[in-house]
């Protein structure tokens, strides 16, 4: 299947502008105005991609700051009226079992926890490793270096299972931030909010099965995708 890598920027003009507010709000100091701010990037990254009323998401995108996207998609982004042309290459990377490669991943990354009744429910990993951490919300500098420690050690396990399964083998894992977002459209109280986790990862990794570790990447790591998550950016090592 063939896939596109795209950049979509935001248009200079000013008719781009006068919406620049809504479309790239400031962002907030809390979790609320931060997923508003998601939304508003996903239904701006739609209009590239919306060329009927039927299509359902088949696209992955991140944000790169300054009114500017990477997508990965199924299909050509179509022109837009609020983007500049897409920037666009085929994306068929030509991979061998062995091959070093450096990495870039923006992910919420969950896994299964049992529950009292036997069933599963997913849970952010590292929400779920700062669960027990006394003091964690405790604003003093230490206890953010030790949130960033664990936030660190789940990230790198989850990308150790990630690659034991999708074929590939983590070498080097770095979280270089961890975010909590709220999902949009939340309305009340904030204390209670539905709420996701977003780790930004960069590292190295080796391929050991080119077609599944392609194939994965094609169709995006972790959940929230929707949000600008799951996207992974690679570069020859």
Known sequence: MMLYLSRLTLR???????????????????????????????????SAFADSSNRTRD?????????????????????????????????APSLAAGDRLGFALRVNATKDRSRVD?????????????????????????????RLMLAEQAGTKWMARQGAVHGFAPLETTVEDYRVMALPGHRGRRKGQPQFGILDLTGILRVSDPATFIARLGDGFGRAKAFGCGLMLIRRA
């Open 12 to 46: 200079n003009d000013p008719q781009s502008r006068a919406l620049s507010g809504l479309i790239d709000p400031p962002e907030r100091a809390h979790a609320q105005g931060r997923g508003q701010v998601l939304d508003a990037h996903h239904r701006l990254i739609w």
């Open 59 to 91: 696209f992955l995108w991140r944000s790169e700051g300054g009114g500017r996207f990477m997508t990965l998609s199924k299909r050509a982004p179509c022109e837009s009226p609020l983007l500049e042309t897409p920037e666009m290459l085929p994306f």
């Open 118 to 146: 036997g069933r599963n429910r997913r849970v952010d990993i590292v929400m779920d490793a700062l669960h027990d951490m006394p003091g964690r919300d405790d604003p003093d500098r230490s206890r953010a270096a030790a």
